[in-house]
């Protein structure tokens, strides 16, 4: 459906990673370590993802399922790089042709915010049809016919120049949209690829995701679902990826929003990034400069994450214990399957204990 939008969507919310590597998940025993609450509602356009205390149960904590927990080893290593490579999802639809029009100016100070890592990053849209900016087709870079990654080498006011008029689209695609799909496929075809494509997802590089839609994933087959892209992710890359899928949608419940000018409320997307501890925008916002404030502070602590093989369950009886050289090391928080350091890790290997359930 085409209609034109009176109102301006929010800042884009991001949210990058620490690359670490996985490997050997086996059942242990586990001790115990505090772990603190992670969310915070210091702006009201960006909604961190819930997360529990534990003995405090909470919407945050993933219920035990009735076949119990099975307790976990997962062995990590941490390099001495912040590789992160960063892939936008854009709406492209008739329904987003207003916020289209003025694209470019919302991503203001984003490469600066990702400034110090080391980031690639592409764009696709959430058409799931088209062979050149749909079907997880990586679009060329604004300026060029033939490239499609952009990395930290390059200028940053260059870089932001390029990424604001990418992701800004001039076409008007399939009003089927798929911001899930479109990512399965856009990893597909990188892992696939035997052209410069294929260098976009690096194997030692975190995965961060941003999805800008004001609809839901509309269509309910394999690749449409949420955990089926992380289980793909897991097997692709050995459990070794960390991933964040972040969301500018139209929230689930929020009436002003959906009164005004998002179309349908966004709970495929909203789930993915629980699962996943992204960040959860608003599409409708109007305050961009607030929104990217408060993103910038979240960076600077999901830069410090890792990603587990499933998110912690039963934290009373299982907590986590994370541990170098057999040293416990405290100081982080929970987000979804995510665990977030007060501060950076050193290079090394380190193992985590927790509880999956079964």
Not at 137 to 159: P, R
Not at 235 to 241: I, T, W
Not at 251 to 259: E, H, I, Q, S, V
């Amino acid at each position: 459906m085409m209609r034109l939008k009176t109102r301006q969507i929010s800042a884009l919310t991001l949210a990058t990673l620490l690359i670490f590597g996985f490997q050997n998940c086996a059942k242990v025993g586990t001790n115990g370590i505090n772990v603190e609450s992670l969310a915070s509602s210091a702006n009201a356009d960006v909604s961190p993802v819930d997360t529990a205390i534990p003995g405090t149960p909470g919407d945050g904590e993933v219920p035990v399922s009735s076949g119990g927990i099975e307790k976990m080893k997962q062995s990590f290593t941490v390099n001495s790089t912040q590789k992160i490579d960063i892939l936008f999802v854009v709406d492209n639809s008739g329904s987003m042709e207003y916020e289209q029009q003025s694209m470019a100016s919302r991503l203001n100070d984003f490469i600066q915010i990702v400034a110090g890592l080391d980031w690639r990053i592409s764009v696709t849209t959430t058409d799931p049809k088209s062979s050149v900016y749909g079907d997880g087709n990586l679009v060329a870079l604004h300026g060029s016919t033939n490239t499609f990654i952009m990395d930290s080498s390059m200028d940053q006011i260059t870089a932001q120049n390029v990424l604001g008029q990418t992701i800004q689209r001039s076409e008007t695609g399939s009003a089927s949209e798929q911001g899930i799909y479109a990512t399965r496929r856009a990893i597909e075809r990188s892992i696939a690829s035997t052209d410069v494509r294929k260098q976009f997802i690096r194997p030692d590089a975190a995965l961060a995701v941003i999805v800008i839609s004001d609809e839901d994933e509309s269509a309910y087959n394999t690749k449409n679902s949420g955990k089926n892209l992380i289980s793909y992710i897991d097997y692709q890359f050995s459990n070794r990826k960390a991933f964040t899928f972040n969301s500018i949608i139209s929230r689930p419940g929020d009436t002003n929003c959906l009164n005004g000018e998002g179309k349908t409320e966004g709970y495929k997307y909203q789930e993915l990034s629980k699962l996943t501890g992204g960040i959860i925008g608003d599409v409708c916002a109007t305050d961009y400069s607030s929104q990217v404030k408060a993103i910038a502070k979240e960076i600077n602590k999901t830069a410090k994450a890792i990603t587990l093989s499933c998110a912690p369950v039963d934290l009373v009886n299982s907590p986590i214990v994370v541990t170098q050289n057999n040293q416990p090391v405290a100081n982080f928080t929970v987000s979804g399957r995510n665990l977030v350091f007060a501060d950076e890790l050193a290079p090394g290997t380190y193992d985590v204990s927790f509880a999956c359930a079964k």
